[in-house]
């Protein structure tokens, strides 16, 4: 299985990143960032872009994949509604759309979010920003699916790179088995989130909008 990571240095995608470098069955592993990742590994090409609105002038590069794992994203807390909107949105169907047209049995999994408003017409932006983004990536010719994790706790050293959040999830980790049990539907891990996507891109799912309960149970 060939694989692209969008969003390698986030949290989300430093796990997912560790699992598909973990995976037997993962034999190729193309990063897309404007960052490198610092990891070096022998499955593991690196392509750095500065605009994430325009990938034509590496577009080529993205032929020939099986799957996508789309680890990009923001929280909407102290940014404006358009710039949440281009980082979300724009930005997510700017790299999704070339890959249909030059991958059309490729597989999409897109890390959307707990509470995301499908209907678009909800009172909280967020989610109607992530519900339209989900719509538009559905309605692709390519397999796709919309991850709607809760909490992610991180795990093997994987940490967000903000500071408050890293304090946040370091203190809460000694309390995440209790979490598990008292929230199974609301929780998840980065190694549980990457291990699902493999398993999606390998044989599918069972619906096409995933919660934190059924990525656990892939």
């Known amino acids: 299985m060939k694989v692209i990571v969008f969003g ?14 973990l995976d037997p069955d993962v034999e190729r592993v193309l990063v897309v960032g404007r960052t ?7 499955k593991l090409r690196e392509v750095i872009h500065a605009d994430f609105a325009d990938f034509s002038a590496i577009e080529g590069e993205f032929a020939g994949y099986d799957a996508c794992f789309f ?4 929280s909407s807390v102290g940014l404006k509604p358009e710039e949440y909107q281009r980082i979300t949105y724009d930005y997510t169907l700017a790299a999704a759309r070339p890959l249909a047209r030059l991958n059309p049995e ?3 999994v897109y890390v959307s979010g707990q509470g995301t408003d499908s209907s678009e017409q909800g009172r909280s ?6 519900g339209r983004t989900e719509n538009a990536l559905l309605a692709l010719p390519f397999h796709a699916y919309a ?5 992610i706790q991180p795990l093997h050293g994987v940490s967000s790179k903000t500071r408050l959040y890293s304090a946040l999830y370091r203190a809460i980790a000694p309390l995440y088995p209790l979490l598990k049990r008292l929230l199974p539907g609301s929780v998840t ?10 398993a999606v ?7 096409r909008v995933l919660a934190s309960r059924d990525i656990n149970a892939l």
């Open 201 to 207: 891109a390998r044989s599918g799912a069972p619906a």
């Open 36 to 42: 490198p990742t610092g990891i070096q590994h022998a």
């Open 71 to 74: 680890c990009l994203g923001v």
């Open 8 to 21: 390698a240095t986030g949290m989300v995608g430093q796990g997912v990143l560790r699992e598909c470098l």
């Open 147 to 151: 991850f709607r994790p809760g909490y």
């Open 106 to 108: 490729l597989t999409f």
């Open 189 to 198: 891990t980065t190694e549980q989130l990457g291990r699902a996507m493999i």
């Open 125 to 130: 932006r967020w989610a109607r920003v992530k």
